[in-house]
């Protein structure tokens, strides 16, 4: 991970917990995809949290016969704020955008988990080994690699307006179907 942003990630993740989300489900236009990512950014941008939009890939379904790779916008998210509450919201969060996990890692980079949140199987934590990610951005898995970061990545940055702040927060109480997306 020597990327700069991708970098700076990591040395956030190094005293802070931290996780990785997803707002992409495969029953979605790209349209909505779109929208489903600007709203799970104002959500958590509202709620404080370090952002880093990484192109990457995961796998869907994993674990099931129905298993794929997908590419997506993963988000790395940071509790820079130390507020001790990032796995639960990611845990909601994951929940409302329809993800089968999230990804969940303490301070340090280590004891990383995969949650589920899809409905079938919500609360089943699957433990990852240690340390969570290679030199390459994947995260190291005896079944294989549930998501992969590459190098193309940027930071989310927080709003830094009062108007910035107002906007991002009616953005993360909109409808994700109600947003819209610039061209």
């Known amino acids: 991970m020597n990327d ?3 970098h700076q990630a ?3 993740m190094q005293v802070h917990d ?8 495969e029953k979605y236009t790209e349209e909505d995809h779109a929208k489903r990512n600007l709203s799970l950014i104002a959500k958590l941008r509202h709620l404080g949290y370090f952002t880093l939009k990484v192109n990457g890939s995961y796998i869907e379904c994993h674990g099931s016969d129905h298993a794929r ?7 790395l998210v940071v509790d820079i704020a130390d507020s001790g509450c990032l796995e639960q919201k990611l845990c909601e969060l994951g929940a409302e ?10 301070a340090g980079g280590l004891d990383g988990k995969l949650i589920d949140t899809s409905p079938r199987s919500i609360g089943e934590v699957k433990k990852l080994s240690n340390p969570l990610f290679d030199e390459n951005g994947e995260v190291v898995n005896h079944d294989g690699h549930p998501f992969s970061l590459s190098g193309d990545s940027r930071i ?10 107002w906007g991002c927060a009616v953005a993360a109480k909109t409808k994700w179907e109600e947003l819209d997306v610039p061209q």
Do not use: M, Y
């Open 4 to 6: 700069s942003a991708l």
């Open 10 to 12: 990591w040395k956030h």
């Open 18 to 25: 931290s996780g990785i989300i997803t707002a992409r489900c």
């Open 69 to 75: 790779e997908l590419d997506a916008v993963l988000l």
């Open 97 to 106: 955008f329809e993800q089968d996990s999230i990804l969940f890692v303490h």
């Open 156 to 165: 989310i940055q927080p709003p830094g307006t009062r108007n910035g702040k």
